[in-house]
């Protein structure tokens, strides 16, 4: 990310901190701490400073929570992890010294492509997932997971995605489960796991249920949870279920529904333990959706939440009304209250519903039990049966006949219609549709052809599937539909030359394939704006979803020149030429002070110019010279008359000889020499 400028009233810039890191421009602000970029002068390294705000480091437990980072971060050493260098105190301010990762984050990726295909998402993800998994193994948990601490690296730092701002996390024990001292509840309030709004407890599936809403975020491009208050969307999390992210975005597989589901389960023993468990159903959802497979109840099934279901609950209560209750005055009064830390708390003010770290009382959305006793379910009390002596009757045995008669009827209905008029479906993959027809025609069935799939294992044109699966029962004479392979799901990069940036992109989605980064690069034949080329280029098959990179024109690359006046002619000529500039010589003109074959004039004298552009140059040819005339014998007026009008200035001075006569006696030069016009030419007078 691109530092932001300094402001004046930034007294941080320009300061070096512990005698090593020189800080240079704000690089974002968060709840607790500002960032920094920053030169390390020891290493000579661009690094990123976390300097905690002014007033908090008076605080010793969040001064402490704050160097713990470093020791916590510091132990994880994972290729998508933000590298923790050093921390310090400086005079009482509070700093950590980390890698600099320059390029942009997951919320500028959102803003940008939300919402966006479940494969691009899980992409996006599984990195994140990664480096969270590698912290639970190391017994850390994050705690404040969202789109603006994931950090994406820039061309230059091959787009590597990394997990920043471990500032929260905190090494799991035996002895603390609880989120931080004095009932203060630290995170953003849009990613926050029920159990940590209601009595703070934090694990490491508070972290998978955030990864869970940033899925939801991506898939959606909306947060599942919003209201008018921090305080209102923490009480949406405790008492709503995150919806289903198709409900959206229709046609998202049932299966990636069931993927966030159970992330972001309100029963935290309904989430997958930590976020190693989560990596792994996220490369199986990957997985089906690399494969193209649209629907997979099996995959949906085990990755959907246990209902829990109280075995002593009549089946009736099941069929309750779900919609979530509406806000109660009283308690969100209580809550708004609540909000704030008390005054004086140098966390007051760093509250910010939208992304940044929140501070607030958790215990202001406990959940208060009601007065009086707890209601406890008793089963009904059965009405007293009252008995009476039974009469002999005659109708006994002719019942007892009727209900065998009726059961051996029941028995012989239930083996036709449950067993005899059914036949098992035979196995048909694998072969071509007529093949798989012929054998279900010896097995007394029909076959018709279903809708065809893609399979990155089954051939085009041989049978992926049947309908009822094959071992599963089928009616006599019944109907098998045949599901026939296409073949690996394809596509061609569509050629995209002359296209706009926007129009490209759309050509690539309605393509099946994704937009990655584009390039621009100059070009003289392609106008600004417009692709030049692909990346791979047009006709390579691809798999869906597959990035496509664009190479867009800047237009005609800009020449600057500079002005040759009063240098040598040849030389300009060879240096404007080798820039591929025309030169043109445009005429040689008499100079007295500009020196032969040397530049009079050009045009233009600056850029910028084109390739093929003209550049015109008026060379000298130095001072114009005139013939020195004979003026021997000639009187000095008349000589003197003569050379002046050929353009020569006239001295006299005495021969050897003078004898006061006027007459010339030689002049200098000499007669029949050649000299610049202008010059002076001497009379010796005798």
């Not at 930034?10 to 968060?30: H, N």
């Not at 491009?221 to 198709?246: C, L, M, N």
């Not at 959706?289 to 109280?310: F, I, M, S, T, W």
């Given at each position: 990310?691109?530092?932001?400028?300094?402001?004046?009233?930034?007294?941080?810039?320009?300061?070096?901190?512990d005698g090593r890191y020189r800080v240079g421009g704000r690089i974002a602000r968060g709840g607790m701490a500002s960032v920094h970029e920053a030169t390390d002068i020891r290493l000579d390294r661009t690094v990123?400073?976390?300097?905690?705000?002014?007033?908090?480091?008076?605080?010793?437990?969040?001064?402490?929570?704050?160097?713990?980072?470093?020791?916590?971060?510091?132990?994880?050493?994972?290729?998508?992890?933000?590298?923790?260098?050093?921390?310090?105190?400086?005079?009482?301010?509070?700093?950590?010294?980390?890698?600099?990762?320059?390029?942009?984050?997951?919320?500028?990726?959102?803003?940008?492509?939300?919402?966006?295909?479940?494969?691009?998402?899980?992409?996006?993800?599984?990195?994140?997932?990664?480096?969270?998994?590698?912290?639970?193994?190391?017994?850390?948990?994050?705690?404040?997971?969202?789109?603006?601490?994931?950090?994406?690296?820039?061309?230059?730092?091959?787009?590597?995605?990394?997990?920043?701002?471990?500032g929260l996390a905190k090494a799991v024990s035996a002895d603390t489960q609880h989120t931080a001292t004095g009932g203060v509840l630290i995170g953003t309030v849009s990613y926050l796991a029920p159990e940590l709004?209601?009595?703070?407890?934090?694990?490491?599936?508070?972290?998978?249920?955030?990864?869970?809403?940033?899925?939801?975020?991506?898939?959606?491009?909306?947060?599942?949870?919003?209201?008018?208050?921090?305080?209102?969307?923490?009480?949406?999390?405790?008492?709503?279920?995150?919806?289903?992210?198709?409900?959206?975005?229709?046609?998202?597989?049932?299966?990636?529904?069931?993927?966030?589901?159970?992330?972001?389960?309100?029963?935290?023993?309904?989430?997958?333990?930590?976020?190693?468990?989560?990596?792994?159903?996220?490369?199986?959802?990957?997985?089906?959706?690399?494969?193209?497979?649209?629907?997979?109840?099996?995959?949906?099934?085990?990755?959907?939440?246990?209902?829990?279901?109280?075995?002593?609950?009549?089946?009736?209560?099941?069929?309750?009304?779900?919609?979530?209750?509406?806000?109660?005055?009283?308690?969100?009064?209580?809550?708004?209250?609540?909000?704030?830390?008390?005054?004086?708390?140098?966390?007051?003010?760093?509250?910010?519903?939208?992304?940044?770290?929140?501070?607030?009382?958790?215990?202001?959305?406990?959940?208060?039990?009601?007065?009086?006793?707890?209601?406890?379910?008793?089963?009904?009390?059965?009405?007293?049966?009252?008995?009476?002596?039974?009469?002999?009757?005659?109708?006994?045995?002719?019942?007892?006949?009727?209900?065998?008669?009726?059961?051996?009827?029941?028995?012989?209905?239930?083996?036709?219609?449950?067993?005899?008029?059914?036949?098992?479906?035979?196995?048909?993959?694998?072969?071509?549709?007529?093949?798989?027809?012929?054998?279900?025609?010896?097995?007394?069935?029909?076959?018709?052809?279903?809708?065809?799939?893609?399979?990155?294992?089954?051939?085009?044109?041989?049978?992926?599937?049947?309908?009822?699966?094959?071992?599963?029962?089928?009616?006599?004479?019944?109907?098998?539909?045949?599901?026939?392979?296409?073949?690996?799901?394809?596509?061609?990069?569509?050629?995209?030359?002359?296209?706009?940036?926007?129009?490209?992109?759309?050509?690539?989605?309605?393509?099946?394939?994704?937009?990655?980064?584009?390039?621009?690069?100059?070009?003289?034949?392609?106008?600004?704006?417009?692709?030049?080329?692909?990346?791979?280029?047009?006709?390579?098959?691809?798999?869906?979803?597959?990035?496509?990179?664009?190479?867009?024109?800047?237009?005609?690359?800009?020449?600057?020149?500079?002005?040759?006046?009063?240098?040598?002619?040849?030389?300009?000529?060879?240096?404007?030429?080798?820039?591929?500039?025309?030169?043109?010589?445009?005429?040689?003109?008499?100079?007295?002070?500009?020196?032969?074959?040397?530049?009079?004039?050009?045009?233009?004298?600056?850029?910028?110019?084109?390739?093929?552009?003209?550049?015109?140059?008026?060379?000298?040819?130095?001072?114009?010279?005139?013939?020195?005339?004979?003026?021997?014998?000639?009187?000095?007026?008349?000589?003197?008359?003569?050379?002046?009008?050929?353009?020569?200035?006239?001295?006299?001075?005495?021969?050897?000889?003078?004898?006061?006569?006027?007459?010339?006696?030689?002049?200098?030069?000499?007669?029949?020499?050649?000299?610049?016009?202008?010059?002076?030419?001497?009379?010796?007078?005798?």
């Amino acid at each position: 990310m691109p530092p932001e400028r300094p402001s004046a009233a930034d007294a941080l810039v320009g300061r070096l901190l512990d005698g090593r890191y020189r800080v240079g421009g704000r690089i974002a602000r968060g709840g607790m701490a500002s960032v920094h970029e920053a030169t390390d002068i020891r290493l000579d390294r661009t690094v990123a400073v976390k300097v905690m705000h002014p007033g908090l480091g008076d605080d010793d437990d969040f001064a402490q929570r704050f160097v713990r980072e470093a020791r916590a971060a510091a132990r994880l050493n994972h290729p998508h992890v933000v590298a923790v260098y050093d921390q310090g105190d400086d005079d009482g301010t509070v700093f950590l010294a980390m890698e600099y990762v320059p390029g942009h984050t997951l919320r500028d990726v959102i803003r940008k492509e939300s919402p966006m295909s479940p494969l691009r998402a899980l992409d996006l993800l599984e990195p994140v997932v990664s480096a969270l998994a590698a912290a639970h193994r190391a017994g850390l948990i994050h705690r404040d997971v969202k789109p603006e601490n994931v950090l994406i690296g820039d061309e230059a730092h091959g787009g590597a995605i990394k997990v920043a701002d471990f500032g929260l996390a905190k090494a799991v024990s035996a002895d603390t489960q609880h989120t931080a001292t004095g009932g203060v509840l630290i995170g953003t309030v849009s990613y926050l796991a029920p159990e940590l709004v209601v009595d703070g407890r934090a694990d490491a599936r508070a972290d998978v249920y955030a990864a869970g809403v940033v899925l939801y975020e991506l898939l959606t491009g909306r947060k599942p949870h919003e209201g008018e208050s921090p305080i209102q969307v923490a009480y949406r999390h405790v008492h709503e279920d995150v919806p289903a992210p198709s409900a959206l975005q229709p046609g998202l597989p049932a299966y990636v529904d069931a993927l966030v589901a159970r992330a972001t389960s309100r029963d935290r023993t309904q989430r997958p333990a930590d976020a190693g468990v989560l990596l792994h159903q996220v490369h199986r959802v990957t997985q089906a959706l690399r494969e193209g497979v649209a629907d997979d109840p099996e995959l949906a099934a085990d990755l959907l939440p246990v209902a829990l279901v109280d075995p002593h609950v009549p089946d009736e209560e099941e069929s309750e009304d779900t919609t979530p209750e509406p806000f109660d005055a009283v308690e969100m009064a209580t809550l708004s209250a609540r909000l704030q830390p008390p005054p004086g708390d140098p966390r007051a003010g760093i509250v910010d519903a939208a992304h940044h770290t929140t501070a607030f009382d958790r215990t202001a959305v406990r959940t208060e039990p009601p007065a009086g006793p707890p209601a406890v379910r008793r089963p009904s009390t059965p009405a007293p049966v009252v008995t009476t002596p039974r009469r002999r009757s005659v109708r006994g045995p002719l019942a007892l006949v009727l209900a065998v008669l009726l059961v051996a009827g029941l028995g012989g209905g239930a083996w036709w219609f449950g067993w005899e008029r059914w036949t098992v479906t035979p196995g048909v993959l694998g072969v071509d549709q007529a093949t798989a027809a012929a054998q279900l025609g010896e097995a007394g069935l029909d076959a018709e052809e279903g809708d065809p799939r893609f399979s990155e294992t089954v051939a085009a044109g041989l049978v992926l599937g049947t309908e009822p699966e094959p071992g599963d029962r089928v009616l006599d004479g019944g109907t098998v539909t045949l599901i026939m392979s296409l073949g690996p799901e394809r596509y061609e990069v569509p050629a995209l030359k002359g296209m706009t940036e926007d129009q490209a992109q759309d050509a690539l989605e309605q393509g099946n394939l994704a937009f990655g980064e584009s390039v621009e690069k100059f070009s003289e034949k392609v106008p600004a704006g417009q692709v030049m080329r692909t990346v791979p280029k047009p006709g390579e098959v691809l798999k869906p979803d597959a990035p496509v990179d664009l190479v867009l024109s800047k237009g005609r690359r800009p020449i600057e020149i500079r002005d040759w006046t009063g240098e040598d002619a040849g030389e300009a000529t060879t240096a404007l030429e080798r820039r591929e500039l025309v030169v043109e010589v445009t005429g040689e003109e008499h100079s007295d002070t500009v020196a032969e074959g040397d530049v009079i004039s050009q045009d233009p004298t600056a850029g910028p110019l084109y390739k093929g552009d003209t550049v015109q140059l008026v060379v000298s040819k130095g001072p114009e010279l005139v013939e020195v005339p004979e003026v021997k014998s000639m009187g000095v007026e008349a000589a003197t008359e003569q050379l002046e009008a050929l353009g020569f200035e006239v001295v006299e001075e005495r021969a050897d000889l003078y004898l006061g006569l006027g007459f010339v006696a030689s002049s200098d030069p000499s007669a029949g020499s050649m000299a610049p016009k202008g010059s002076t030419i001497t009379l010796y007078l005798v």
